[in-house]
């Protein structure tokens, strides 16, 4: 048994198919079939049931396929752990980010990287806190950054706190609630509210922020992962919004903050980097984090320390 062999355990309990399973290891169907056979005579178990629908674990063939993932996942760790031993050195960079930091903290962030490593190629890939998960798991980025809240408890994950980004509710200049001064929770409903997608947890927290009642429906309007969309309609439109402050200075909008009786400013996102636990950070991803600490997400022009 070697590493190889429990790689093509895995491609074949993922793929379900001989011959889906062996081109994605790059082998004919009957050198991986015999790779497959050497590896139940060698545990003494049989791993896969073969049928007309391709080939299915086992019960035996389910716990060792785990064990699998975990030994090719640990395998690969240590070889990028000595990697980054030879390197000594920032080189690569990919990282996820949610919606509110890639607005707020992303654009500082890769000014501050190419100022102070100018060497470095970073790749940024943006998603919700679901695709993000998956880009990890694959190994596509190298961390995420997001609020924890917003994904299931898991032990494989590890993270630390970069920063806070409080949020308030904005409108166009001219807008009729202005003219109140302050205003309660149900003088928003007629107009409706824009949030990024924040999932039902997080939403019932600013709705209780913003002082609505829980049997009452959230006067949701639009949804968007997209928070430059998001103020540009409340700028054009009616619609109030949940923005960052750093956004909407930084955006050069002219809107206005609404102060809600009873709400105040809601915790908009509590942004954490997110790592696989017993991954070893690359330095490229250590700056990168520290970077993101260091930054004010309030700042009005996105002001950086060099």
Do not use: K
């Not at 896969?48 to 690969?76: D, H, I």
């Not at 760790?77 to 890639?102: H, K, M, N, S, T």
């Not at 109140?180 to 949030?195: H, M, Q, S």
């Not at 809107?255 to 009786?261: A, D, E, G, M, Y």
Request: charged share 20%; glycine share 8%; net charge neutral.
């Amino acid at each position: 048994m070697n590493l190889r062999q429990l790689s093509h355990l895995i491609a074949l309990a993922d793929e379900g198919r001989f011959v889906a399973a062996a081109a994605r290891m790059h082998l004919s169907q009957a050198a991986f079939s015999r790779s497959i056979q050497s590896l139940e005579a060698h545990f003494g178990l049989r791993l896969f049931e073969r049928g007309p629908l391709g080939a299915t674990l086992t019960p035996a063939g389910r716990t060792l396929v785990e064990r699998a993932r975990q030994l090719v996942f640990e395998s690969r760790c240590l070889e990028r752990d000595a990697q980054l031993l030879r390197q000594g050195q920032i080189g690569e960079l990919c990282f996820g980010v949610g919606p509110v930091p890639a607005a707020v903290l992303v654009p500082p962030l890769l000014v501050t990287l190419r100022r102070q490593a100018p060497q470095l190629v970073a790749r940024v890939r943006s998603g919700n806190a679901e695709s993000l998960l998956t880009m990890l798991e694959a190994e596509s980025v190298d961390f995420f950054c997001a609020d924890p809240r917003l994904l299931p408890a898991d032990g494989r994950l590890a993270m630390a706190p970069v920063a806070t980004i409080s949020g308030t509710l904005y409108c166009r200049p001219g807008h009729p609630l202005l003219e109140a001064g302050t205003v309660v929770a149900e003088d928003l409903r007629p107009y409706g509210i824009g949030v990024v997608s924040t999932g039902p947890v997080l939403l019932r927290q600013v709705a209780e922020m913003l002082g609505f009642s829980a049997a009452a429906p959230f006067p949701l309007a639009v949804e968007c992962d997209d928070l430059h969309t998001l103020a540009r309609l409340t700028a054009e439109s009616d619609m109030t919004a949940l923005l960052p402050a750093g956004l909407v200075a930084g955006a050069g909008l002219d809107l206005r903050p609404l102060q809600v009786s009873g709400g105040g400013a809601p915790l908009f996102v509590d942004v954490h980097a997110i790592w696989l636990r017993g991954r070893t950070l690359s330095p490229a991803a250590e700056l990168a984090i520290e970077i993101c600490r260091s930054l004010d997400p309030c700042a009005p022009a996105f002001a950086t320390s060099a």
